[in-house]
């Protein structure tokens, strides 16, 4: 992967945020499905507590105790995150929503403090928990090992790494016409036939390979400046799928046309964990959070987020620290 056409994969790239407009023009998904690359300025932030600050003055639980003594006394966790990025995190009504956010909430009530969301640029939020302006980073942040390690795309030395809490395995999904006419579960399965995609993405390349894949048959890809533009031209029957991250297809197909324009067809491919960002010095505060995780998987709330979100398909069993490659 290349600096540039990525997703939230790579050390420090970007996915732009552009709202796109759902095909049924009925709902407007907030920077859904927009990857290409933005600069390393961080915006001047916007804030907002976890589902309305709910866990504010909550009576800590059993794993306050793990906490560093910082967070005992402040009861805030300051959260980054890039609030373009739907499900995951978006704004609506000047409130940040979402997975991340809803997620933020549940681990606060868990350890007896408030998850504070500032929204700023992806690519400075590795930077911003560097220098201390956010304890931790919740936003769709894949769980590599260069990040983990402070490597650009190069392999060049840009930082002193950070650790993961993983909590979502996300991949790329295809995104069909509801009913899947063409029954298409895999890019092999679409030689032969026309294809949409955001121009300059990791999507983008993937047909391209599968272009070559496909020899003789051939594939045909059709690039559009935004996602939405692809969405609407399968929607339109002039191309069979789109290509996506996993719970933006997901969320696609639940939202797009009340749920009657879309489905995800087949498994995802290249999955890899979403992580929760923390600085490597702080590993009081990181395995806190995986405690937190670890009991909001084990008593159903965890799963009752993602299946609001219709994110489900990309739920985890076990929480890993640093279980990305």
């Not at 969301?117 to 304890?135: A, E, M, P, V, W």
């Not at 679409?190 to 390979?209: H, N, P």
Request: glycine share 12%; aromatic share 6%; net charge neutral.
């Amino acid at each position: 992967m290349t600096a540039g056409t990525t997703r939230r994969t790579t050390a420090l790239t970007r996915l732009s945020a552009v709202a796109a407009v759902a095909v049924a023009g009925t709902l407007v998904l907030t920077g859904c499905g927009d990857q290409t690359k933005k600069d390393d300025t961080p915006a001047a932030p916007s804030t907002s507590a976890a589902a309305d600050g709910a866990t504010s003055g909550a009576t800590p639980d059993s794993l306050f105790s793990k906490l560093p003594q910082k967070y005992q006394d402040s009861k805030v966790i300051q959260v980054g995150t890039d609030a373009s990025y739907a499900p995951m995190e978006q704004t609506e009504g000047g409130k940040i929503v979402g997975i991340d956010p809803d997620l933020g909430a549940a681990l606060g009530e868990k350890l007896g403090v408030t998850f504070k969301f500032t929204n700023g640029k992806f690519d400075g939020l590795i930077t911003s928990l560097q220098t201390g302006r956010s304890d931790i980073v919740m936003s769709a942040m894949s769980d590599t090992k260069a990040r983990q390690q402070g490597l650009d795309d190069k392999g060049k030395k840009i930082g002193t790494g950070v650790d993961f809490v993983d909590y979502y395995n996300s991949g790329s999904s295809l995104l069909v016409q509801k009913g899947n006419p063409k029954g298409v579960k895999a890019l092999g399965d679409l030689c032969g036939m026309t294809v949409a995609v955001q121009r300059g993405t990791i999507y983008e390349d993937a047909f391209k390979k599968q272009k070559t894949a496909c020899g003789a048959k051939g594939l045909t890809v059709q690039a559009f400046d935004t996602d939405a533009e692809a969405q609407t031209r399968v929607k339109a029957g002039g191309a069979v799928a789109d290509l996506n991250d996993t719970p933006v297809s997901a969320y696609i197909a639940q939202t797009s046309g009340n749920g009657n324009d879309f489905e995800v067809a087949g498994p995802p491919s290249d999955a890899g964990p979403f992580g929760i960002a923390v600085s490597k010095d702080d590993t009081q505060l990181r395995d806190a959070l995986k405690a937190a995780m670890d009991a909001i998987v084990a008593d159903g709330t965890y799963a009752k987020i993602l299946q609001k979100w219709n994110a489900s398909s990309g739920a985890i069993t076990t929480v890993a620290i640093n279980g990305g490659s």
